[in-house]
C-alpha cells in the first residue's frame, strides 16, 4: 500500500495539535513533531508542547527528545525523520507530521536545498554586527541583498538570518537562488492540511495563549533559562522578551506586551510563508472534524 504523511499546517496558536491527535487517533496512526523549538527538553512552557493528556492520546516523536546543549540542525532533523518515518510505514501506511516551523517541515517532505561551503570568517563578521549593531541591522542587509530571502525566512531567527547572509555575501547570489532544486523523491505521498482563521481571530488566539503560558509558570521556566541566553535554542519568541526584563531592560508590562506582539509577526510571516504552497487543502480551525477526515479520504 502506499504510504501517506498527512501534514497539519497553519500559524502558531490555530489548534494544529489538537486536529494532529484527533486524525492520528482515527487512523490509528503515531505523530512526528517538525516543531524545531519543541526538541528541547528544558523548554516547555514557551514552546507550548503538548501536555501529558495530549502526549497519552496518541504516539509522539521528537518531543523534548533534545538538550538545548545539543547541536541540532535541520539536515540531522530531516535524516531522524524520515528513519522514524520508515520506521513507522512499516506498521501503518499513515503517518501524522504536525509542528510550525515551516523549513523543518518542508525538510521532511520535499528535503533540503544544497548551499555551497563559505569562508567561516563571513559568520563570524556577521555576528560581531549582530552584537554591535542589533538584529535590525542585519534584516535591513538581507533586505537589500535578497528581497525574497528577507519575506520567506524567519528573519526574526539570528541563526537564519545569518545563515541566509552568509550565503549572498559568500557566493555573490542571493540565498533563494539555491532554493527548490530537485529533490530526492520520498516513498510516500504528502497531504498537507492547513488551519485558517480570521487575522483578528488569530492573533486574539495568540495574546489568551500568551496569558495562559504565563499563568503556567513561562516567567520561571524563563528565569532558569536566562543564563543560557546565547544558546541557540533559546534564540527564541517568549523567552528573549522576558531575558531583557531580567537584565532591567524593561518591565514585566512591556515584556509581556513583546511577546504577544513578537508572536503576531511570527504568525504573520507563517501564513506568509504557507500561502506559497499550492498543495495546502485549506479549512477554517472551527470546521467539524468529519469534514476534514472526508477529504483526506478522497486523497488516498
Not at 535590525?136 to 525574497?148: A, F, G, T, V, W
Request: hydrophobic share 35%; proline share 3%; net charge neutral.
Amino acid at each position: 500500500m502506499p504510504n501517506y504523511l498527512i501534514t497539519i499546517i497553519g500559524a502558531t496558536a490555530i489548534g494544529k495539535t489538537a486536529l494532529s491527535i484527533k486524525l492520528a487517533q482515527h487512523f490509528n496512526a503515531e505523530i512526528i513533531s517538525s516543531d524545531s523549538r519543541q526538541f528541547y527538553k528544558e523548554m516547555t512552557i514557551g514552546t507550548a508542547v503538548p501536555n501529558s493528556v495530549e502526549l497519552a492520546a496518541a504516539p509522539h516523536h521528537f518531543i523534548q527528545n533534545r538538550s538545548i546543549f545539543d547541536e541540532y540542525s535541520v539536515g540531522q532533523f530531516e535524516k531522524d525523520a524520515l528513519e522514524k518515518l520508515e520506521e513507522l510505514f512499516s506498521k501503518n501506511n499513515i503517518t501524522i507530521m504536525v509542528g510550525g516551523s515551516g523549513l523543518y517541515t518542508n525538510a521532511v517532505i520535499d528535503g533540503l536545498d544544497y548551499f555551497p561551503n563559505v569562508d567561516f570568517v563571513i559568520r563570524e563578521k556577521l555576528n560581531i554586527q549582530l552584537k554591535k549593531e542589533g538584529l535590525e541591522s542585519l534584516q535591513i542587509k538581507l533586505k537589500e541583498l535578497d528581497l525574497e530571502s528577507y519575506h520567506s525566512i524567519e528573519i526574526e531567527n539570528p541563526h537564519r538570518l545569518i545563515r541566509a547572509l552568509e550565503i549572498c555575501i559568500g557566493t555573490g547570489k542571493t540565498y533563494s537562488e539555491f532554493k527548490n532544486k530537485p529533490k530526492k523523491p520520498r516513498n510516500f505521498t504528502p497531504i498537507k492540511i492547513g488551519l485558517t482563521a480570521d487575522r483578528e481571530v488569530m492573533y486574539d488566539r495568540i495574546n489568551k495563549r500568551v496569558d495562559i503560558m504565563l499563568n503556567e509558570g513561562l516567567l520561571e521556566e524563563a528565569e532558569k533559562l536566562h543564563k543560557y541566553k546565547n544558546l541557540n535554542a533559546l534564540q527564541t519568541v517568549g523567552y528573549r522578551e522576558l531575558f531583557h526584563y531580567f537584565e532591567g531592560n524593561c518591565t514585566l508590562e512591556f515584556a509581556i506586551e513583546e511577546i504577544k506582539k513578537n508572536t503576531r509577526r511570527f504568525a504573520k510571516r507563517q501564513v506568509t510563508w504557507n500561502k506559497k504552497d499550492s498543495e495546502i487543502h485549506w479549512f477554517n480551525f472551527e470546521t467539524p472534524l468529519p469534514t476534514i477526515i472526508k477529504k483526506i479520504k478522497t486523497l488516498i
